[in-house]
């Protein structure tokens, strides 16, 4: 069974009501995780109240438990910014189950269906992080070390080094706003410094030799220098 889970602080109540409308799915089976007081959750879906410190990861796992607790087999993780068709999610689903993987997610260019597990070097990510599936069956979870940023990079080195790896695929989908919340807040542009640095910490070697084996790319050098948030 394919569930879907949204943290969400009420900043696109318009967007969020039509990815439930579009994305296909029982509202039964989307779990919205609200992380701000009054936020307004269209009616029929789950919601969990989640008021403590920023933590997107534990919004991410706190929404996917959830999900395997009422029989999800399939966690769809989502921003609520993001535009959704209803093949979107099956789609991904389809990826993640014949392939066996452990992490789906949408392709990045040059739009190649595949399946990605090692070699890690040089090191280029497979997922967004606003918008990702993952096999509840596996132990696979989200860091809350990572309180605001990289902890998507973390899950795609460890579905790749660790799990069964990370399938992408073409699908149908827009994300409006990447990066609004961060670069609207100084506490959250601060964070993203403290989860780079830990980001830098834990896959020092990794880094290292990516940017031995290969010139930086545009997409690397903003990832992981972080003078502006992505």
């Known amino acids: 069974m394919l569930f ?7 900043s696109h109540p318009e967007l969020l009501d039509a990815m439930i409308r579009d994305c296909g799915l029982p509202r039964e089976n989307i779990v919205i995780i609200a992380t701000a007081p009054g936020v307004a959750v269209p009616e029929g879906c789950v919601v969990i109240e989640d008021l403590g410190p920023k933590n997107i990861q534990r919004w991410w ?3 996917i438990n959830e999900s395997k607790s009422r029989g999800a087999a399939v966690v769809a993780v989502v921003n609520d910014d993001i535009r959704l068709t209803s093949q979107t999610l099956p789609q991904l689903r389809e990826a993640l189950e014949s392939s066996r993987a452990t992490i789906a997610s949408p392709s990045r260019p040059p739009r190649r269906d595949r399946r990605h597990t090692r070699p890690l ?4 990510p497979r997922i967004w992080g606003c918008l990702w599936l993952i096999d509840a069956s ?15 990079c973390d899950l795609d080195i460890r579905a790749r080094r660790d799990y069964r790896g990370i399938v992408t695929r073409d699908v149908e989908y827009e994300h409006y706003f990447p990066g609004e919340g961060t670069g609207l807040s100084a506490e959250l542009t601060a964070q993203t410094e403290k989860d780079a640095e830990t980001f830098q910490q ?11 084996a290969t010139a930086p790319s545009r997409f690397f050098n903003e990832r992981f220098s972080r003078k502006v948030p992505a």
């Open 138 to 152: 596996s132990s696979l979870r989200p860091d809350p070390r990572y309180v605001w940023w990289y902890g998507d």
């Open 121 to 124: 070097v040089p090191y280029s």
């Open 202 to 212: 834990d896959y020092a070697r990794l880094l290292t030799l990516s940017r031995l």
């Open 4 to 10: 879907m889970t949204v943290p969400t602080a009420g």
């Open 61 to 63: 796992s706190t929404g």
